[in-house]
């Protein structure tokens, strides 16, 4: 007989240490000794079930019968054959009766007298003394896939929980430009391209990860993990600042080129309450917090506003706008700068505006006083624009 005296004391490590309830082990138990006892000695329909004692490893099986009647279940003719599970008949809705599967009502008030059809009535199976070293083998591994899949449901439940969320873990390897994040009970992947360019992290090193998706499958539970994400930014700022995680103050929108910039729009829902300044915090150590965090990348807090001349004007901050039109129709605003801030308006390779323009949703044309040029948040100028048309013209004409 498969000896389990020892399982008790497994059954209450796996509980506490890897969360798994010890009723759902001790289920996949039963099962997995019910499937190996009816694979040596059971019939074909017949249900068995399996009760395992936990403290003293002593294991009883029982055959399960369900209640029928004769109106409900098309009795087998002599010679027919018997499928492993009763069967719908074609075009009699009555299911084929089978007598390891089914027991009449009639047979059933003999040994309860308020049975009812539906019920089930048990019998007890003989233990056998040979359970065997093949049936103790088949149970072992199905109890061990049990408790795999227990275990994956687990964890599959507790990090869905979290997605959406920074989850912290320690770098347990770097391979082939696939970071890996141990969580102790489940394994991230930081892909290539959702690290931030230019960082390194040691193995054993503990790090910080946005979780965006949670997916069940056949290897386990996939961990998708980003340091690049967008919204990495927001909750690490509701991590900082109370009127954030609080929802006082409210991140609207971000545009972020990881490892480099990023611009946050933020309003405050209690006008009592600053939100740059619940951001930036006092001398501003919640946001050089949140940009140590993310390898010092410079971080720009705009105030939101409903106006788009303001908010777009807000969003080219450190540059100062002297005036700007708006034009609704085409979703864009033509923003005049003085000729000595057109460079910081832009930024450096057209980072500013690109940003302020993703962070508003509008497309930006920046030009100087003095200058006719005019740059767009795409890069270009209507210069480069023109001597690139001339060139195809002439290309053309050729």
């Not at 249900?47 to 399960?64: C, L, N, W």
């Not at 003989?126 to 049990?146: C, H, L, P, S, Y």
Request: glycine content about 6%; hydrophobic content about 35%.
């Amino acid at each position: 007989m498969l000896d389990l005296k020892t399982m008790h004391s497994a059954l209450e490590q796996l509980e506490e240490e890897r969360k798994i309830p010890k009723a759902k082990i001790l289920e996949a138990i039963e099962t997995a000794l019910a499937a190996a006892y009816k694979k040596d000695y059971g019939k074909r329909g017949q249900i068995v079930r399996a009760k395992f004692d936990t403290e003293s490893g002593a294991m009883s099986f029982e055959q399960v019968k369900i209640v029928v009647d004769e109106t409900t279940v098309r009795m087998v003719e002599d010679g027919e054959e018997l499928s492993e599970e009763p069967e719908i008949a074609e075009g009699d809705e009555r299911i084929r009766y089978n007598p390891e599967h089914h027991i009449l009502l009639e047979d059933a008030k003999k040994m309860k007298k308020d049975v009812h059809v539906g019920d089930e009535i048990t019998f007890p199976l003989e233990t056998k003394d040979d359970f065997g070293r093949i049936a103790a083998q088949t149970a072992k591994q199905v109890i061990i896939q049990k408790i795999r899949e227990a275990e994956r449901s687990s964890v599959l439940t507790e990090f869905s929980g979290h997605e959406g969320e920074i989850v912290s873990g320690i770098v347990s390897k770097n391979e082939r430009g696939m970071l890996y994040v141990d969580f102790n009970r489940a394994t991230g992947v930081i892909p290539f391209e959702e690290q931030i360019p230019g960082e390194r992290f040691e193995r054993g090193e503990r790090i910080k990860a946005y979780l965006y998706a949670v997916e069940d499958t056949p290897r386990g539970v996939n961990l998708k993990l980003s340091r690049t994400h967008p919204r990495l930014i927001e909750e690490l700022f509701k991590l900082e600042a109370p009127e954030i995680a609080s929802k006082t103050v409210e991140i609207k929108s971000i545009a972020r080129e990881a490892g480099s910039r990023s611009k946050i729009a933020v309003v405050s829902n209690d006008e009592h309450v600053d939100p740059v300044g619940s951001c930036v915090g006092q001398k501003g150590i919640r946001v050089t917090t949140v940009m140590s965090e993310l390898g010092n990348e410079k971080i720009d807090i705009i105030p939101w506003s409903e106006d788009p001349a303001t908010f777009v004007s807000s969003s080219l901050s450190p540059a100062k706008v002297l005036s700007i039109a708006v034009d609704d129709a085409e979703h864009k605003a033509t923003v005049e700068v003085a000729d000595e801030q057109l460079s910081l308006a832009i930024g450096k390779g057209g980072q500013n505006v690109r940003l302020a323009a993703k962070l508003t949703g509008w497309k930006i044309d920046i030009k100087g006083i003095k200058s006719d040029a005019v740059t767009s948040s795409d890069g270009e100028t209507v210069e480069e624009v023109a001597v690139e048309e001339t060139a195809s013209e002439e290309k053309a004409a050729e």
